[in-house]
């Protein structure tokens, strides 16, 4: 923990202690009054309680309830008819208001007992738990990386001359494009080592670094105080220029640098490599900056490479967008100049957004197929290269970048970098490594991502056949089984010759049969050479009839893990967060966001999801918050004179809830859900078309009927109608919002401290019926504000009715630097 950290957790626990005591002293006058009203006449009780609350309660607006009271009180008691029936309504709303307050004393007592206790489980503990598993990839990784590749490097640059840039030397149009990449890539390099780097790119480059995550907390939070102050900025602006301006002397440190293991979600481990902070951000800003130049380059060249299809087809067809989209996924994980800074993606199409998309488009292209060509099957291919990072040859490299014309000094630069000097244990000799990038780098992401675009450059030149590609990950799919055939068989031949192999259990093929078919014909034969496997999207199969289904098998081994983790945890808070952080992994990899899928994918999430918590909470009727609630009990008893309301548990830890994530709701955000839904399809398109059709031919005997085949090909081709149904459902949809009631319209106000709408927002005439939508980004930190508005729908009446107000603790109250401490707090997998 930071000494600044460590100062605040002080002041906090004194701010927290103020919570046990003021509940105990409510207690204690809480009871005095009851006692003392109990048995009384119902008129002297009134005054016992009013009395009572003028003692409790001083805040401005209850003082002035209860002054308005007290003249209500005088005219009654004045007032020879006043029925017995108003003095009981007074007495009720006096005995809620203590009730009320009682009970939001004592939540606010507990929820300082579970920040305590989260805070009693952070001690200083920096030693680096060693397990057998660790061991095991310690062991894999060092007799990979210290051994260099026996590749023939005759072979690969032959390969490079002769057939894979060969496609630039076709025509005039490809050699010019092909000339220019090589002397921009040149003039970029020279340009590069005078260039003044700024206190922007600083920024940017630590932005990247924090979005990743080769970061610790220690390094996190060193980060994040240089991004603070603009003259530290400047400071590492001017090292790195230094650092640029003498490149040829750098190198890594003699004494080298020490690789720890962390685990992921995927029971995983990797190694990350702790250089300096200095060294860290430099190496960031170069990765950056040639990242920069070869996403643009490298598009250009697709550009030209799609030329001739571009041309074939018009400019309102389903080809030229599918071009379109094809673009922005070519070097598409690579980050981009103008792009935002908090991942590496492009705009809308983030490197998170991209394997969304690539779910959404093999859907789309699905249902496309089996519209205009009902009677051809479709085969679909995924694939991954195993231990990628690992096996990457740094002569492969080095001859990849001189035939880009890569200048010398950044070759050598780049070599150096490659064979990083490391050690991954206090005992272990310092060695060079031989093959492999060090993970989390972006100049080590470009390498990778540079020996991958080769692979799609030699596919598509021979075949035609785009590779959806993101990092390591490959999805491709036609109708012709040949071209399939021949892509996988130059994958293999390519990494072959590079020294990559694909993981056997990753790659899949499934043929998609023709539309309304039950069994597959004896001609659907998937090609002998393709992956045997089920095509996989995350945790979603690809079934038969070109639906992506929810996966129960691959989800079983992770539910034994998440038992054991949340039955060792140490704090209240650490079990929310790893329920959270699992039930988030759970939902991005079904393909939460997928515009096509519809209700019925929706169901399956729904059913899974319900699965998953049956058998996490077999015990508790399946249900993650009376599991929690035992644990509350059994570590909090008697804090709590009633049951636990359901809203606490959900509401944001930042608002005195426990921030637990409702995935039901969270699903509501995303889909407007109706199982009688009518979708909108491209067969519902055609069948349209067909009608129009009809009546034109009707209207017109001497016009002859166009085939069934040439109709289906023009609307593929030329129809910008069938344009825009591609375009539409692959759209990235605005969240779901609640209905703007009035009450609604209150409880948001109250709820948010401040104003969050842009000034366009608040004057859009078309949010009236519904919340404000913020402008688009990642749709991802979207649906949190959709998700936060159907919190405060469903629940928002709970907490009032319980509390007499839309909170659980006074927002001055709340350790806001503390609660984000928390909720940065990462996870020790």
């Known amino acids: 923990m930071a000494l600044n950290e460590e100062s605040m957790t002080s002041t906090v626990k004194l701010q927290l202690a103020q919570f046990q005591i003021a509940a105990q002293e409510l207690d204690n006058k809480y009871t005095g009054i009851m006692n003392e009203a109990k048995e009384k006449p119902l008129d002297e009780r009134l005054k016992v309680l009013y009395d009572g609350a003028q003692r409790l309660f001083d805040d401005g607006c209850t003082k002035q309830f209860l002054e308005n009271l007290n003249t209500s009180l005088i005219a009654a008691q004045w007032n020879t008819s006043t029925m017995n029936n108003l003095l009981k309504s007074y007495h009720n709303q006096l005995g809620k208001m203590l009730d009320t307050h009682k009970r939001r ?39 990979i990386i210290f051994v260099p590749h026996k590749l023939d490097m005759d072979n690969w640059y032959d390969f490079i001359q002769n057939k894979l840039f060969s496609v630039f030397n076709r025509h005039q149009a490809s050699k010019d494009a092909w000339k220019r990449f090589k002397k921009q890539t040149k003039e970029y390099g020279q340009m590069l080592l005078t260039r003044k780097v700024t206190a922007t790119d600083i920024n940017r480059a630590i932005q990247y670094l924090l979005a990743g995550d080769s970061c610790d907390e220690r390094r996190k939070s060193t980060l994040k105080e240089m991004q603070m102050n603009q003259v530290t900025l400047e400071g590492l602006a001017s090292l790195v220029n230094a650092l640029i301006a003498d490149l040829s002397k750098w190198k890594w440190p003699v004494s080298g640098v020490r690789g720890v293991f962390r685990r992921n979600f995927a029971a995983k481990y990797r190694c990350f490599y702790q250089e300096d902070d200095v060294t860290a951000v430099f190496l960031q800003y170069v990765g950056l900056q040639w990242s920069y130049h070869f996403k643009r380059e490298l598009r250009n060249l697709f550009d030209v490479l799609s030329k001739n299809t571009e041309v074939e087809c018009s400019s309102d067809s389903i080809e030229k967008e599918r071009l379109k989209r094809q673009r922005n996924f070519w070097m598409g994980t690579l980050p981009d100049e103008e792009g935002d800074s908090n991942d590496y993606g492009d705009g809308n199409y983030s490197a998170v957004g991209l394997k969304e998309t690539v779910l959404d488009l093999i859907h789309v292209e699905i249902d496309l197929h089996q519209t205009l060509y009902p009677e051809t099957p479709l085969t679909v291919v995924c694939a991954d290269v195993e231990d990628f990072g690992l096996l990457i040859s740094h002569e492969v490299i080095q001859t990849f970048l001189q035939q880009c014309d890569v200048p010398q000094i950044w070759l050598d630069f780049f070599d150096r970098f490659l064979k990083q000097q490391v050690y991954h244990q206090a005992e272990d000799p310092v060695r060079q490594r031989q093959r492999g990038v060090p993970i989390a ?52 031949e390519y990494g072959n010759i590079v020294g990559l192999t694909f993981n056997k259990e990753k790659c899949g093929s499934t043929q998609i049969l023709p539309l309304n078919t039950a069994t597959p014909p004896t001609l659907l034969i998937v090609g002998a050479s393709l992956p045997e496997n089920d095509v996989k999207w995350g945790l979603l199969t690809l079934q038969k009839n070109g639906q992506f289904t929810p996966d ?21 808070l650490e079990w929310i967060k790893v329920y959270n952080s699992y039930m988030a992994f759970f939902m991005h990899h079904f393909g939460r966001y997928a515009n096509v899928l519809r209700a019925r994918h929706f169901e399956g999430i729904v059913a899974t999801l319900r699965y998953i918590h049956q058998n996490l909470f077999s015990e508790n009727n399946s249900s993650a918050l009376n599991t929690l609630t035992h644990l509350i009990t059994e570590r909090f008893p008697e804090c709590l004179s009633g049951e636990m309301i359901e809203a606490w548990f959900y509401w944001p830890l930042k608002k005195g809830g426990l921030g637990i994530k409702n995935v039901y709701v969270d699903l509501l955000s995303d889909f407007e859900y109706s199982p009688d839904e009518t979708t909108i399809t491209f067969a519902a398109l055609l069948a349209k078309n067909r009608e129009c059709s009809d009546d034109e031919e009707n209207q017109n005997d001497e016009e002859t009927s166009v085939t069934s085949d040439v109709t289906t090909e023009s609307s593929k081709t030329d129809s910008p109608n069938w344009r825009d149904m591609y375009i539409e459902l692959l759209e990235i949809k ?3 919002y609640p209905k703007l009631t009035k009450v609604l319209e209150e409880d948001l106000s109250l709820f948010e401290d401040q104003a969050t709408s842009s000034p366009d927002e608040e004057n859009s005439d078309e949010n009236e019926s519904q919340l404000s939508v913020r402008p688009r980004r990642h749709r991802h930190k979207e649906v949190a504000d959709a998700y936060t508005g159907w919190l405060i729908c469903q629940y928002g009446e709970q907490i009032k009715s319980t509390f007499g107000r839309l909170d659980f603790i006074d927002s001055n109250s709340v350790p806001i630097d503390l609660i984000s401490m928390i909720e940065r707090a990462s996870i020790d997998w």
């Open 552 to 572: 129960q098998r691959r989800i079983t081994p992770f539910l034994n893990e998440i038992k054991e983790r949340l039955s060792s945890v140490r704090a209240i």
């Open 734 to 736: 605005d969240p779901i």
């Open 105 to 143: 004393s004592e939540y606010n007592n507990l929820f300082a007992l579970i920040i305590s206790q989260w805070l009693a489980t952070q001690e200083n503990d920096l030693t680096e738990s060693i397990t057998a598993e660790s061991l095991l990839a310690k062991e894999k990784l060092e007799a």
């Open 441 to 492: 780098h972006s100049v080590s992401y470009l390498m990778s991502e540079l020996v991958l675009f080769g692979m799609d450059l030699y596919v598509y030149q021979n075949t035609g056949i785009f590779n959806y590609r993101l990092h390591d990950d490959f999805w491709f799919f036609d109708s012709q089984l040949s071209k399939i055939d021949q892509a996988w068989t130059l994958m293999k």
